[in-house]
């Protein structure tokens, strides 16, 4: 076992440009709180967890002025968002604004917000919340999820946005001479 004294620092900027060759999905995290306004934070996190139980999770820095809503609320939307959506992101990500404002959505079973357009959406309760270094990683319980459209996901890439194409669609666009 290593011991975690021993883990080596890195410069902040370094670490995140080699990171950032990593793709993420962008991912929107909505809920509403007890007088049923709507919020929101976009995060580049989004992972399944385990089939059984169905679990998902998000990390999330602990300055998050979101979290705390979320946690309060205790559920929450995990809306993938498609590669039309950059838009989106960015005034989802926007601090001190209301990041609902001219967004279309739709109320889940649990009451979270289901974003108009995305790609697919998972709707969850939270199941726990562990400190993790500068973040926290939220696990929700999937109480409900589904496949929205068909449209390509929006994707984070070396500081960038940007979609991603299946080969079988290239193959296929190719033989419709699209």
Same mark, same amino acid.
């Given at each position: 076992?290593?011991?975690?004294?021993?883990?080596?620092?890195?410069?902040? #900027?370094?670490? #995140? %440009?080699?990171?950032?060759?990593?793709?993420? !999905?962008?991912?929107?995290?909505?809920?509403?709180?007890?007088?049923?306004?709507?919020?929101?934070?976009? *995060?580049?996190?989004?992972?399944? *967890?385990?089939?059984?139980?169905?679990?998902?999770?998000?990390?999330?820095? #602990?300055? !998050? !002025?979101?979290?705390?809503?979320?946690?309060?609320?205790?559920?929450?939307?995990?809306?993938?968002?498609?590669?039309?959506?950059?838009?989106?992101?960015?005034?989802?990500?926007?601090?001190?604004?209301?990041?609902?404002?001219?967004?279309?959505?739709?109320? !889940?079973?649990?009451?979270?917000?289901?974003?108009?357009?995305?790609?697919?959406?998972? %709707?969850?309760?939270?199941?726990?919340?562990?400190?993790?270094?500068?973040?926290?990683?939220?696990?929700?319980?999937?109480?409900?999820?589904?496949?929205?459209?068909?449209?390509?996901?929006?994707?984070?890439?070396?500081?960038?946005?940007? %979609?991603?194409?299946?080969?079988?669609?290239?193959?296929? %666009?190719?033989?419709?001479?699209?």
């Amino acid at each position: 076992m290593n011991d975690p004294t021993d883990v080596q620092a890195f410069d902040a #900027r370094y670490l #995140r %440009d080699v990171l950032g060759n990593f793709p993420t !999905s962008v991912v929107a995290v909505t809920t509403t709180t007890a007088d049923e306004v709507p919020v929101g934070m976009v *995060v580049g996190s989004f992972t399944s *967890v385990s089939l059984d139980p169905p679990l998902v999770s998000f990390l999330v820095d #602990r300055s !998050s !002025s979101t979290l705390p809503k979320i946690l309060e609320a205790g559920r929450f939307c995990a809306n993938a968002l498609a590669s039309d959506q950059e838009w989106l992101c960015r005034q989802m990500s926007k601090r001190g604004t209301d990041r609902f404002s001219g967004v279309a959505w739709q109320q !889940s079973s649990q009451h979270n917000p289901i974003l108009d357009g995305v790609v697919a959406w998972v %709707d969850c309760t939270i199941d726990k919340t562990v400190e993790l270094g500068d973040h926290f990683l939220v696990v929700g319980a999937i109480g409900d999820l589904t496949v929205a459209s068909v449209k390509r996901p929006l994707l984070f890439f070396r500081g960038g946005y940007g %979609d991603y194409t299946s080969t079988a669609q290239l193959l296929l %666009d190719s033989h419709l001479g699209r």
